[in-house]
């Protein structure tokens, strides 16, 4: 008999002698990462330059006192960004994710969600799907703490899958639905979630 060790499903990312597993979820057809992305070097071990703002213009990644990573436009779009064989999500890749929970946000959301204002109710969070969607919240100029807790918003490409979509993947505390936010490209800064084509 010989002994089989199982391991779990997982990307293995190394960048400049660090390594970063992220776990792999199956949700209907897709692989997605179970978590964001974490990376403060790119895929040739360079430092992405940290930025303490979003600065328009500017490439960079930005990182909240809580540890959540934000990245601008131009890194998100940058070749060296992520693991290889995984994407950022256009429309049709989230789409799918809707249509086969059913539009069930409560299925993608996990952790503690915050009311948008005190007298607004909590959508449920349970997490059924294993995505792992955490209220990160977004970056906006310097704010990212008055967002935590209440949003959580992914870079999204459009059909081209080489620029950034006018519309970012978006969560919200008061609603059970998966919306389409409008963003200003240069002037927000957004957690990736990578898939895997």
């Known amino acids: 008999v010989l002994p089989v060790m199982a391991l779990d499903d997982v990307v293995r990312d190394v960048r400049g002698g660090m390594i970063h597993n992220y776990p792999v979820v199956k949700i209907g057809t897709q692989y997605w990462m179970r ?3 974490e990376a403060s070097l790119d895929m040739s071990g360079a430092e992405i330059p940290r930025l303490a703002a979003v600065t328009e213009n500017v490439a960079g990644c930005l990182k909240s006192v809580t540890g959540n990573y934000f990245y601008m436009a131009a890194t998100a779009l940058s070749p060296d960004l992520l693991p290889v064989r995984w994407n950022l999500p256009n429309w049709e890749d989230w789409d799918i994710l809707k249509a086969y929970l059913k539009e069930d946000a409560s299925l993608l959301k996990s952790g503690t969600w915050l009311p948008m204002k005190s007298e607004e109710i909590v959508q449920p969070a349970n ?3 294993g995505f792992n969607g955490l209220p990160v919240g977004m970056y906006v100029g310097t704010f990212q703490s008055d967002y935590e807790g209440k949003y959580l918003s992914y870079w999204t490409v459009n059909d081209t899958n080489v620029e950034i979509d006018a519309k970012v993947f978006y969560l919200n505390s008061g609603l059970n639905t998966v919306e ?6 240069n002037t927000k800064a957004f957690a990736i979630r990578c898939i895997r084509k």
Do not use: I
Request: proline letters at 0%; charged letters at 15%.
């Open 127 to 129: 997490n059924l799907s």
């Open 35 to 37: 978590d964001n992305l």
């Open 180 to 185: 389409k936010s409008n963003t200003s490209v």
